[in-house]
Structure formats: structure tokens, C-alpha cells
């Protein structure tokens, strides 16, 4: 899978650098990854879930961070929409994001 706005990743731990090892993970498994469906995304990452239009949470460190993300299953592409704590995350409706 392409990931699309990894600086995004990049400057949150850089404020943050207690999420790096997290979000470093999560970017190397899901760089390596060929998912055709949502079945194949929860098979790597069994926290994840779907809320709609696209989009999937991911919980981070121990669910301290949420990254919420779309994935665009045919062209292999996940598009960084969110990445918070997860007082941050409750604030917002991440199927408009």
C-alpha cells in the first residue's frame, strides 16, 4: 500500500516522540501490505475499525493515539485524514475528514 501525507506521520512524533516507535510500525506494515478488503486490514491490525465512507480507525500505543485514515482498496493508496490523542479524536467526525 502507498501511503499518502507520511509527513503528517513524521511532524506529529516529531511533537510527540513517545508515538515514533508506534507510528514508524504501523507505516512499515502497512508500506508492505497488498490488502484487497477490510477483512485484510483487520487480519494485520485487529483493533481497527471501519466507520463509513471509506474511512478506518486505527488505535496507536496502546489506544493512547488514534490515526484515522482512508483506504482506496483497488489503487493500493491509505490517505492520512487524523492523527490525535484520543480526546483530540472524539472532538471530530472522521467520515467528513
Partial sequence: ??????R????FYSNRPDSKTAIENWYTKITSAG????????KD?????SVGNQ???FNLKGNDYRLVVVIKFQIKMVYIRF???HSEYDKIDCTNI
Fill in 1 to 6: 500500500m502507498r501511503v499518502i501525507a507520511h
Fill in 8 to 11: 503528517t506521520l513524521v511532524e
Fill in 35 to 42: 490488502w484487497q478488503s477490510f477483512a485484510d486490514v483487520k
Fill in 45 to 49: 491490525f485487529n483493533s481497527v475499525d
Fill in 55 to 57: 474511512h478506518y480507525v
Fill in 83 to 85: 492523527i490525535g490523542t
